[in-house]
Antibody, heavy 122, light 108 residues
């Protein structure tokens, strides 16, 4: 059974840093690109970042470029999201998600974690 | 960057047909995926590649994509279909995933 479990969320002050983790199980982790998607309270889904199979390629939403870094450790079946210079508007539930195929782009998200809440507030 | 536009809300009576639209410039040239999200839950894929349905999703859910509009159609709507629905495409020019703003389906 495919499972994705996020951790690392919490309360952080504006300008602070936080690292989210997403532990994967039930599939060949190193075969799949992995993504982070966030959802501000009462708002819609917003894509954040993606990383390729070996961690050598990453793409980001314009709103987080230069502040967030996505990475992965295939030995630990885990994808990370390092968040720096956090802003109040980064407050959201952060989901990790797997695409349905081993290719690079255009695929749907077939599995999602339950999300980790990040609150940026003073 | 590419933009997908969805109506904020759609309301339909039980047993009727709901149509949720997702507008984008020449969206028919892209593959559109649809997700259902209920309160406090992660999104669930209900339609992928415009028209395909994952196993376990009722046949009442269908999709289409033509011109500048993709549509998610839910036939014989049930109370349990009440949720937020999001469309999703890949913007190859920007190397970014794009979601529509979401549509809240209310079953009257």
């Amino acid at each position: 059974e495919v499972q994705l479990e996020e951790s690392g969320g919490g309360l952080v002050q504006p300008g602070g840093s936080l690292r989210l983790s997403c532990a994967a199980s039930g599939f060949e982790f190193n075969f799949y690109w992995m993504h982070w998607v966030r959802q501000a309270p009462g708002k819609g889904l917003l894509w954040v970042a993606r990383v390729n199979r070996d961690g050598s390629i990453a793409n980001y939403a314009d709103s987080v470029k230069g502040r967030f870094t996505i990475s992965r450790d295939n030995a630990k079946n885990t994808v990370y999201l390092q968040m720096r210079s956090l802003r109040v508007e980064d407050t959201a539930v952060y989901f990790c998600a797997r695409v349905s195929d081993t290719g690079s782009s255009g695929f749907p998200f077939d599995y999602w974690g339950q999300g980790s809440l990040v609150t940026v507030s003073s | 960057s590419y933009v997908l536009l969805q109506p904020p809300s759609v309301a339909v009576a039980p047993g009727k047909t709901a149509r949720i639209t997702c507008g984008g410039d020449n969206v028919e040239a892209k593959s559109v995926h649809w997700y259902q999200q209920k309160p406090g839950q992660a999104p669930l894929l209900v339609i992928y590649y415009d028209t395909d349905r994952p196993s376990g999703i009722p046949e009442r859910f269908s999709g289409s994509n033509s011109g500048d509009m993709a549509t998610l159609t839910i036939s014989r709507v049930e109370v349990g279909d009440e949720a937020d629905y999001y469309c999703h495409v890949w913007d190859r020019d920007a190397d970014q995933v794009v979601f529509g703003g979401g549509t809240k389906l209310t079953v009257l």
